[in-house]
């Protein structure tokens, strides 16, 4: 686990990002450990987003459903669900407006009837990227409706942020997708459990969640940071981690257990050096686009 830089002001930011040729960013996730959801986990949500940046990151990723818990118990997320303003992301809002900074986290939206597994990322003005779960998980199904506003992605004074939510990771299409409209870094709010991969984890003792991430890390060139629940009775895994657009991790795996929060300093310049790795092998440019392309709102990738 990499600290950041401590009592980092936004002004020290902002002078570490200008300097000659220097894309610096800090990225943080914040993994919490899971309790029964609750109204508490507004607050709580806010204090960890705050703290990681006071601690100097410039973006701070929570858990899936951070508000108000992971939880498919309709009753639960029925009572609980919030509109996009609501109190959750004026709270983030509230934590990222005091450094200047970015909190992306999951939380459960009710709009026109629905609730919806949403993640938002959350600058000192408010929302600036707001995205739905595509692919819901297991239980998620008899709960929530599949999201229905794309897959966005944010340029922001740090780069190009993408979004997604856990379950997503394990379409390749969608990362893709975000890397190839110039998403830089994907944030990724996450619940890990266990229910997908057959296999135990390997000789490092992580997950396949986490195997994957990296993979898709290396082959979209792109930035991957997700934030998970950990404990839960053992139920959640845990894990959280930061990759780089190598597939090498630059914090965690977190425990599989415990609070923990992981920092790591990055140039994002590196999400542009990954897509030339040798003088022939260029992989953005060596893609088939006249045999295969995805096609996204109108428009071919």
């Not at 009572?79 to 303003?85: G, N, Q, S």
């Not at 450094?99 to 992306?104: F, L």
């Not at 739905?132 to 942020?161: C, I, M, N, S, Y």
């Not at 490092?204 to 993979?215: A, D, F, H, R, S």
């Amino acid at each position: 686990m990499t600290p950041g830089p401590g009592g980092a002001d936004p002004g020290s930011r902002t002078l570490r990002q200008e300097a000659e040729g220097s894309r610096a960013a800090v990225i943080s996730v914040a993994q919490l450990a899971w309790q029964e959801p609750g109204e508490r986990q507004r607050e709580r949500t806010a204090a960890a987003a705050a703290a990681a940046l006071r601690g100097g990151a410039d973006v701070v990723v929570l858990p899936e459903l951070a508000v108000p818990g992971y939880t498919t118990q309709r009753a639960v997320l029925e009572r609980l669900a919030e509109p996009l303003d609501g109190p959750a992301t004026r709270a983030w809002q509230e934590a990222a407006a005091a450094t200047d900074g970015y909190v992306v986290g999951g939380f459960c939206e009710r709009a026109d009837g629905k609730l919806y597994n949403t993640a938002v990322a959350v600058g000192a003005r408010g929302v600036i990227c707001h995205y739905r779960k595509a692919h819901l998980f297991a239980g998620e199904k008899d709960v929530l409706a599949a999201g229905d506003l794309g897959f966005p992605v944010a340029r922001t004074r740090l780069g190009v942020l993408g979004l997604c939510v856990c379950y997503d990771l394990r379409f390749v299409e969608v990362a893709r997708l975000l890397a190839l409209q110039g998403a830089e870094i994907l944030c990724v709010p996450t619940a890990w459990i266990a229910g997908y991969d057959r296999r135990p984890p390997g000789a490092l003792n992580w997950p396949g969640q986490v195997t994957g991430l990296l993979t898709q890390a290396n082959l979209d060139q792109v930035f991957i940071a997700a934030a998970s629940f950990a404990g839960g009775g053992g139920r959640f895994l845990g894990s959280s981690v930061i990759a780089d657009p190598y597939g090498h991790p630059l914090a965690g795996p977190l425990s599989r257990d415990h609070e923990e929060v992981a920092t790591a300093e990055t140039d994002l310049r590196a999400a542009a050096a990954a897509q030339h790795r040798a003088p022939l092998i260029h992989p953005r440019q060596d893609r088939r686009t006249d045999l295969y392309r995805i096609e996204y709102q109108g428009r071919y990738y």
